[in-house]
């Protein structure tokens, strides 16, 4: 039997498990799907490494070596000063002292793991990916390694996110948006070049592997906790990392051994780009209009790149708004002043520097505790997706990938960067 098919949250259609499908084929709105595992209790395989002890619940059959996991642990010193009797940090990122060994600093080393451990091996076409830098840096790390061919497209501004312990193979191409261009036109080139031949696109939002990694963070907490927690918090950029705490809350339940319980999502976005927030608070389904010179002015502002998606998994079904109408959520606009400030209580706190995005979700903390939509006896998981990335540059002398091409979004030419990542690929 196979171990898990994929769902249609729309019409309820069935496909075998297959990691370049992405789409249902039936003719209606947008949807995603969603795997549904045969195993519908988890069972921990505490002998395999990282986040793969949760293979039950990860569409691959494949073991990627050096592979980390989420760290759940008790915070006490926090905890202590926000007066919360149960609060739980999800820590994403290199925390030795914790255990903590996710070497790109990011819980998006989950997804990367996760979808490169489902793809056939010696798959003939080159994976493509657009990033703000975390996802990117993870992809490229564990590329790398397992020398799997990769198309990264990420903004020339965020070129100082691409870094590594160990030295990055020619397997990676790195193309830089240059003049100005920011997220999304990274992802619109990654639409691109998708299309051509010997290329595949990772899917973002509705790449189940994608989700399922990072909905691990939930099952760990769950499972280290012995419950579902009443509340999560989280930044979002995408939405994904939302909707997959979602679904993994989701497969909890079904799970039969943990109490009902539909954990709340606190979610956050860094102010003035903030989309979502906007969009929640005013209960519509569907994302307000904003221009592109606006949106880059607002994205410009953010310290938090990596929450600035100008094209979320909000409105589609399945996505954010449903998952936040599921669990009664939240959202919380947080400036930057906000961010670095609950960054320094953090670090002051737990020891270890976060990153601006992972500052985002704990001044989301910081406000649902003054505004009381917590209490103090509530079983909390603050999701820390990015960590440790100061102790990493203090611990290892990095390398940092370099640009094979770098073009304007408005003059590229995909076929001439076609060849160019073709003649990479043979030269290595």
């Not at 990033?131 to 061919?149: D, E, L």
């Not at 949106?295 to 996505?319: C, D, E, F, H, M």
Request: aromatic fraction near 8%; glycine fraction near 8%.
């Amino acid at each position: 039997m196979p171990k898990s098919i994929l769902h249609c949250i729309s019409c309820g259609a069935e496909y075998d498990s297959d990691p370049f499908r992405l789409t249902c084929d039936a003719d209606h709105p947008p949807s995603l799907l969603r795997s549904v595992y045969r195993a519908q209790q988890m069972e921990v395989k505490a002998h395999l490494p990282g986040l793969f002890r949760y293979i039950d619940w990860l569409p691959v059959e494949q073991i990627l070596e050096d592979a980390g996991k989420p760290i759940t642990y008790e915070s006490k010193n926090l905890a202590h000063h926000l007066g919360l009797d149960h609060l739980f940090i999800s820590f994403n990122g290199y925390y030795p002292e914790r255990g903590a060994q996710m070497l790109t600093g990011s819980f998006k080393e989950l997804e990367a793991f996760s979808v490169l451990a489902g793809l056939p091996k010696k798959h003939p076409r080159t994976l493509v990916i657009a990033s703000a830098g975390n996802t990117g840096r993870a992809f490229a790390t564990v590329c790398s390694k397992h020398r799997i061919p990769l198309c990264l497209i990420i903004p020339e501004k965020n070129l100082s996110a691409l870094w590594s312990k160990t030295s990055f193979g020619s397997e990676v191409s790195l193309i830089a948006v240059s003049d100005g261009g920011d997220y999304s036109d990274a992802i619109a080139l990654g639409q691109l070049m998708s299309q051509l031949d010997r290329f595949f696109p990772e899917g973002g939002a509705a790449n189940v592997a994608r989700r399922d990694g990072m909905g691990l963070t939930v099952v760990d907490a769950a499972m280290t906790l012995g419950r579902i927690p009443d509340h999560y918090f989280q930044a979002v950029g995408s939405g994904t990392g939302g909707i997959a705490a979602w679904e993994a809350n989701l497969r909890l339940l079904a799970d039969g051994r943990f109490e009902e319980r539909r954990m709340k999502l606190h979610l956050a976005q860094n102010a003035p780009f903030t989309p979502m927030v906007e969009a929640w608070k005013a209960g519509s389904r569907t994302l307000f209009p904003i221009g592109e010179a606006e949106a880059k002015a607002s994205i410009n502002q953010v310290s938090a790149q990596v929450l600035t998606n100008r094209n979320p998994a909000y409105s589609i079904t399945g996505g954010l708004y449903e998952a936040l109408v599921e669990t009664q959520g939240e959202m919380y606009a947080v400036t930057n002043a906000a961010s670095e400030q609950a960054r320094y209580l953090f670090e002051e706190f737990e020891g270890i520097d976060i990153s601006p995005a992972s500052g985002v979700a704990m001044a989301a903390l910081l406000q649902a505790v003054e505004a009381k939509k917590v209490d103090r006896r509530d079983h909390i998981v603050l999701n820390i997706t990015s960590g440790g990335i100061k102790r990493m540059k203090h611990d290892y002398s990095l390398h940092y990938l370099q640009p094979l091409i770098s073009c304007s979004p408005s003059k590229v030419d995909v076929h001439k960067v076609a060849g160019q990542i073709e003649c990479n690929l043979q030269c290595s």
